[in-house]
């Protein structure tokens, strides 16, 4: 008598073995989630800084992080500078916040009502008062970061140095991640803040951010104009012009008063807080309409 037997496909075995079928980790980019941090830095601190620049919207753009060691990194930013050596919590990095002397006595004057004109006689040591006024930057950009690495509610210490090596924040041969962020202003000189930190304790922030490995990458990469995404309406501002008034000129003004406006050559356009592109006003169909010339 020959025994039975159910037939089952031996394949069926191994569509629920996950074991078998997981999908293999990726590596860790740590040049794809620098950058991911130093833009997301560059999205949150014009809402931080503000509130300190008194005027027109903050923009704030990131450049692409450098990796040197830390003697090679002292010798770039040779030019009079005051550093800041900031202390986030017993798990976060230290970090140094530098800015050049004409940037912190600029900012120092606007931050007590005045233009922020730039000196053509910089000294190599800022007073006090520019110290402790650039002080208030640090303190913001201190918070965005302790934000953005899972430190938020730690009081951060902040301590200066005219010299970079004076620090002790990193030692001579150690590799060390640098980035530069421009900040701008309608009517104001763009500035720059230069942002340093150990690159190994930096990759242990940006590994915890990822979850300590990064996702499985997808079987196939959608574009913007693909479903589901191409239907999301995003929110796009042109500013034709912009205006400053005395506050006793604001107060007395009337109905029916005429005010001139000089419309802008280039108009940026932006998504939030970032330029997205750039165009002349014209017209088109008798609507007012911006002919895009360049595209960031």
Known sequence: MKAQHDFVAEGRAAQHCAELLGRAQAPFDMAAASAEFAAEL??????????????????????PAEGMAAGELASTWSTPSIHFSVALGRNAPRFVISFDNAAALSLTDRLFGGRGGRQDDVPRALPNSAVLSVERLVCAVAETLARLCGQEGEAPLIASQAAFRRLGVFRRNERCLSWSFTVEQQAQDPWSLRLAVPEAA????????????AAPAPATMRGPDAEPFGAIP???????????????????????QCIPLSIRREVPLAIGQRIIAAGTVGTLDERVALRLTQIN
């Open 42 to 63: 560059a999205l949150s601190l014009p809402e931080r800084l503000q509130a300190l620049l008194a005027g027109p919207r903050v923009m704030v753009s990131d450049w």
């Open 202 to 213: 930096m990759r242990a922030v940006l590994e915890s951010r990822a979850g300590g490995s």
């Open 234 to 256: 995003l929110p796009l501002t042109a500013v034709l012009a912009e205006l400053r008034l005395p506050l006793a000129q604001l107060a007395a003004l009337q109905p029916g």
